[in-house]
């Protein structure tokens, strides 16, 4: 009776445990019958990312240039000039994002230290002999002043110590200025004909790494595998740029060691009051697997308001009756203002006071909202030419579009999205049914 009862209470024992650890096979079977669906999604690179397509990189590597690029994947996390965002990020989506299918989209953010836009940067510290080489103040005093710049006399020096340089060779240089402890630095290119400053570039100085700390990138002068730039660029921003509002943006060339001296630079922008040096781009889901989304998004600035105002300013055929007076920061062409950052749609200040030559006459006030829209059309594509003069009309055999967001003030205080194809380099095709509101 006793055997019985124990077979029974094992017997019962292996059905609780089966209830209660169900079969993983079976349920990654059903998974895997599943109908994907789409949806779209925003999704951060993490550290584990990095190292998984670190792996993957090693895998098709045959130089030791290959090495060095796969390598640093994971050390600086950032993906590189070799191996790029649209071929190794797919990968990561499938593995994350199972169970989405044709439609669906992802918004990712990664870094990209070393785009195509400054290539392999090298770095130079001038000796105390450079300086002797220098003609002028440099020489004499054995450092840079605000009245004897390293922007005029770098270039000139450049030139004789690397005259085998290539167009759009990039070089971060360091330099002494007076009384400093450390170097400044700077970056420059070469034109193919002469060394010029990067503008919009700030390079890290040394003071500034002392800043982060020792140990830290303070103790050599650059970050390393040990000493991330994403774990230091957010909060040396907050404090060199302190006034700079959401949607701002900043290009930092900073110092990077992984087994030899490097530079790169990172891309940052200011959102929700917080710096984020990561990259943006879309991704979609063709059916049978993920691909990078060229399509460029942008927001229009304060300053490219202030473009659209001197652009009407100076314009011989607006000009001044589409001017407010005492007002720099506004027209009433197209409605922009740099100091709200917005397009005026109010139709009664076209009509009322800037309408020159009448063409608005006896139309209705929605008939007069479509010419305000059509006008900002205009100007969205004034906007592109103007910030992407170099843009491309395909990637990857995808073409690229564009698409830019804006506010406007009145008629409910509408935000806008306008979409534009790339045909060219600084060419721009508006698309039909523009411009949608912004979901």
């Known amino acids: 009776m006793n055997k019985y009862k124990i077979i029974l209470s094992l017997f019962v024992v292996g059905l609780v445990l089966s209830s209660c650890e169900p079969n993983k096979a079976v349920y990654e079977e059903l998974d895997s019958q599943a109908t994907p669906y789409s949806k779209a999604e925003t999704y951060t690179l993490s550290a584990a990312d990095y190292s998984t397509m670190s792996k993957n990189a090693e895998a098709v590597a045959t130089t030791p240039s290959d090495t060095a690029a796969y390598k640093s994947i994971a050390s600086l996390q950032s993906l590189n000039n070799t191996y790029k965002a649209e071929d190794y990020i797919p990968a990561i989506l499938s593995s994350?994002?199972?169970?989405?299918?044709?439609?669906?989209?992802?918004?990712?953010?990664?870094?990209?230290?070393?785009?195509?836009?400054?290539?392999?940067?090298?770095t130079y510290s001038l000796s105390n002999a450079d300086y002797t080489t220098i003609s002028g103040k440099p020489s004499e005093n054995g450092y840079f002043t605000p009245t004897a710049s390293p922007q005029s006399y770098l270039p000139g020096f450049l030139k004789t110590k690397f005259p085998d340089a290539a167009e759009k060779d990039y070089i971060l240089v360091s330099y002494l200025y007076p009384d400093a402890v450390s170097k400044d630095a700077m970056l420059f290119f070469y034109t193919g004909t002469k060394w010029k400053n990067a503008d919009g570039v700030t390079a890290i100085s040394g003071a500034g790494y002392e800043q982060m700390g020792n140990p830290g990138p303070g103790q050599y002068g650059n970050f390393s595998s040990d000493f991330k730039p994403?774990?230091?660029?957010?909060?040396?921003?907050?404090?060199?740029?302190?006034?700079?509002?959401?949607?701002?943006?900043?290009k930092i060339a900073f110092k990077y060691y992984g087994g030899s001296n490097g530079a790169y630079v990172a891309n940052a922008t200011k959102e929700n009051g917080h710096w984020n040096v990561g990259t943006s781009s879309q991704f979609i889901n063709n059916g049978e697997k993920w691909i990078f989304d060229p399509t460029v998004n942008y927001e229009i600035t304060s300053d490219d308001y202030q473009y659209l105002v001197d652009y009407v300013k100076n314009s011989s055929t607006l000009g001044a009756p589409y001017l407010q007076e005492g007002k720099d920061d506004r027209e009433f062409y197209f409605g922009a203002n740099s100091k709200y950052v917005n397009f005026n749609v109010i139709p009664f200040y076209r009509t009322d006071f800037y309408d020159p030559n009448n063409e608005l006459d006896g139309m209705s006030e929605e008939q007069?909202?479509?010419?305000?829209?059509?006008?900002?059309?205009?100007?969205?594509?004034?906007?592109?030419?103007?910030?992407?003069?170099?843009?491309?009309?395909?990637?990857?055999?995808?073409?690229?579009?564009?698409?830019?967001?804006?506010?406007?003030?009145?008629?409910?205080?509408?935000?806008?999205t306008v979409r534009f194809l790339c045909t060219g380099a600084g060419e721009f095709e508006l698309q039909e049914g523009q411009p949608v509101e912004a979901k």
């Open 368 to 416: 007069v909202k479509k010419v305000i829209l059509d006008r900002i059309n205009e100007a969205a594509k004034l906007v592109l030419e103007k910030q992407f003069p170099n843009s491309e009309a395909l990637v990857n055999g995808i073409p690229v579009y564009y698409e830019l967001f804006y506010k406007t003030y009145g008629s409910g205080n509408i935000s806008y």
């Open 96 to 122: 994350v994002f199972k169970a989405l299918g044709k439609g669906s989209s992802a918004m990712v953010t990664y870094n990209n230290f070393a785009d195509d836009t400054f290539g392999d940067i090298e």
């Open 230 to 250: 994403v774990d230091y660029l957010p909060l040396y921003l907050a404090i060199q740029f302190p006034y700079d509002k959401d949607g701002a943006t900043r």
